[in-house]
């Protein structure tokens, strides 16, 4: 499911989540009290899925009597796939290593470096 936001807690209990962002230092609602769903029923794993999250956001997690359980940063694990297919890619001549940067064309993400057999070419990440 996009967007999903997972939390284990007490089986059986009631939690919402909210969702916020940063707008120039001032943590702004995006979404606030949603109702979480426990899935499967009396499993203690509750699921929730915003309308709208982006990498960087806060969520909230509060109990039945407003007390906040957890929070965290929310981040997509795709972010960094796309950085690689849309960003500076440096291949080196010698060893056919290619480095992957992150946006600000410095700081490497990934490192690709091929080995050669007789019937491949292997690319190891590192």
């Known amino acids: 499911m996009a967007n999903e936001i ?6 059986d209990e009631t939690f919402t989540f ?9 943590m702004t609602a995006r979404e606030t009290d949603t109702a979480m769903t ?12 915003p309308a709208t999250i982006l990498n960087g956001d806060i969520v909230k997690i509060e109990d039945s ?5 957890a929070s965290s940063e929310y981040r997509h694990s795709v ?3 796309a950085k690689m297919l849309i960003n500076k890619a440096v291949q080196t001549k010698s060893t056919g290593a ?3 940067y992150d946006d600000d064309g410095v700081t490497p993400l990934l490192t690709h470096t091929p ?12």
């Open 65 to 69: 009597d407003g007390n906040v359980v």
């Open 79 to 81: 972010e960094k796939a």
């Open 98 to 100: 290619v480095v992957y």
């Open 18 to 26: 909210s969702v916020y962002y940063d707008n120039n230092g001032t």
């Open 6 to 11: 997972k939390f284990i807690g007490n089986p």
């Open 38 to 49: 426990e899935e499967p029923a009396s499993s203690g794993v509750y699921k929730g899925s």
């Open 115 to 126: 080995t050669d057999s007789d019937t491949e070419i292997t690319r190891t990440p590192s």
